[in-house]
């Protein structure tokens, strides 16, 4: 059976669905007003891999995972760049699938955006207030009144006074309890609205995230997830607005990614330790990205650095050996290396130890092959591909990617003029003008590209 780590009842705990084998599984996404950074990175590959092993075995999953499209921060962007707020967040929605697509994440079954959603948020809205769980002050805003829902802090594990002694309240505020939050703010002027029976104004954060689960899963779901800094208040604000309209228990387990760390201290803007996908890309190849990911377990800091990107580049080069020296085959392979691999990620989806029983088995790899049994190796390797798969990992080609030893192409050579080179280095040892052939190899050295010689023929790699 799962275990999955629930961040609610800071245990891990068996994963039961609603309905088997249908589960349902909603992840907060992005607010789309700048390209996606490493932390964004780590969300979206650590649930799509979980979305992977959770079919592979055997649940008939349906993946949300929501965009925010209208928020504070995408008008304070647009007014700044003198954009459309419309145009700006199209172009970030299409740069975040990009960035997906290069990592290999496969895009959720639905991808739901607040200004799809203003009808069902605006409903959820005046339940909220029917059941007096939210107070309009005259303003156009409409507020949550956290005290109406006394089991507000559970996810937390905090009491209502506890959060209530660091909350503050600004004079000029409408709010009746400082830990109160906005369901719908006023417009202001020149900014765009919705009509609302409190006024034209647009939806706050907090209620999209309800409004959308609900109309897209239903009013219970299985599983919740996300990147640790939602656990409080965004999260907690999502179980108060769900169960305040509903009465039935939200979300069954709540998964929390952890937060990425540079040199210590967690990555943002304002320490200036900042990095974003397209910025890594630009040197490694999206596949070390992801395995640098995933080589950590979800729930623990993630140290991003050169080193530990260095330490995937050459982790990955040593799976794509064992490939390209055993070309993945069908054959039957020694049993009880997908149990090991299954029982890792069964445990709260242990990517760290799932990786150890891959590796395991490229030793094996190797160690059938020195014993001349090549058919066995390859019927290992095609096992090793496989299983993989559930990481989204090692499903290219291994020549290729020895070939760029992980890393994106310099300025350089083309691989179409290395390919020229070696060609003419050949035609130069066939006509034994080694001094020539000697300087081709020197040549490609002087681009970073190293040249292997066997009996099959010449392999290369950048440096």
Not at 15 to 37: F, I, K, N, Q, S
Request: charged share 25%; net charge negative.
């Amino acid at each position: 059976m799962m275990q999955v780590y629930n961040t609610a009842a800071r245990r891990k705990q068996e994963l039961e669905a609603l309905t088997p084998p249908r589960l349902t599984m909603y992840v907060c996404g992005m607010t789309v007003y700048d390209y996606c950074h490493i932390g964004h990175a780590r969300v979206l590959v650590v649930f799509d891999m979980v979305a992977r092993h959770l079919r592979q075995r055997g649940y008939d999953l349906r993946y949300v995972r929501n965009i925010t499209d209208i928020d504070d921060k995408i008008l304070k962007r647009a007014r700044e760049q003198g954009e459309d707020w419309r145009a700006l967040t199209e172009r970030f929605i299409q740069a975040m699938r990009e960035d997906a697509e290069a990592l290999q994440v496969l895009p959720p079954d639905e991808e739901p955006r607040a200004t799809a959603y203003i009808e069902p948020i605006v409903a959820l809205g005046q339940r909220l207030q029917e059941k007096e769980h939210a107070y309009a002050p005259g303003n156009g805003d409409l507020y949550y009144a956290v005290r109406s829902f006394p089991a507000y802090g559970r996810l937390a594990g905090k009491t209502l006074d506890d959060l209530r002694a660091g909350a503050r309240v600004g004079i000029d505020e409408a709010k009746r309890d400082p830990l109160d939050f906005v369901l719908w703010k006023a417009a202001k002027p020149e900014e765009p609205s919705w009509p609302s029976p409190w006024g034209a104004g647009r939806p706050g954060w907090h209620i999209e995230c309800s409004a959308m689960s609900m109309a897209c899963l239903g009013e219970q779901i299985d599983i919740h997830g996300g990147g640790g800094d939602l656990a409080f208040p965004h999260h907690e604000n999502e179980i108060a607005q769900s169960e305040g309209a509903t009465g039935r228990h939200f979300a069954r387990t709540w998964m929390h990614v952890g937060f990425v760390q540079v040199n210590q201290e967690k990555m943002s803007k304002s320490l200036g330790n900042f990095f974003t996908i397209r910025e890594v890309l630009k040197l490694y190849q999206p596949e070390v990205l992801r395995y640098f990911i995933l080589a950590s377990h979800y729930r623990s800091p993630l140290d991003f650095s050169d080193e530990h990107l260095e330490l995937a580049r050459q982790a990955l080069e040593r799976f794509y050996q064992a490939l390209l020296k055993a070309p993945p085959s069908l054959g039957v392979c020694a049993p009880g290396w997908r149990e090991q691999f299954d029982a890792a990620m069964d445990d709260d989806f242990n990517t760290p130890q799932a990786l150890a029983v891959l590796f395991d088995l490229v030793r094996e790899i190797h160690r059938l092959l020195n014993a001349d049994q090549a058919a066995q190796a390859c019927a290992a390797a095609a096992e090793l591909r496989s299983l993989a798969s559930r990481l989204g990992l090692l499903q290219g080609d291994a020549s290729a990617y020895l070939r760029s030893g992980g890393r994106q192409a310099s300025s350089g050579l083309s691989d179409e003029q290395v390919e020229q080179l070696i060609a003419a280095r050949v035609e130069a040892k066939k006509s034994r003008d080694f001094a020539r052939a000697d300087a081709l190899r020197q040549q490609l050295l002087d681009h970073a590209v190293q040249l292997e010689d066997s009996r099959e023929g010449t392999r290369w790699r950048r440096l």
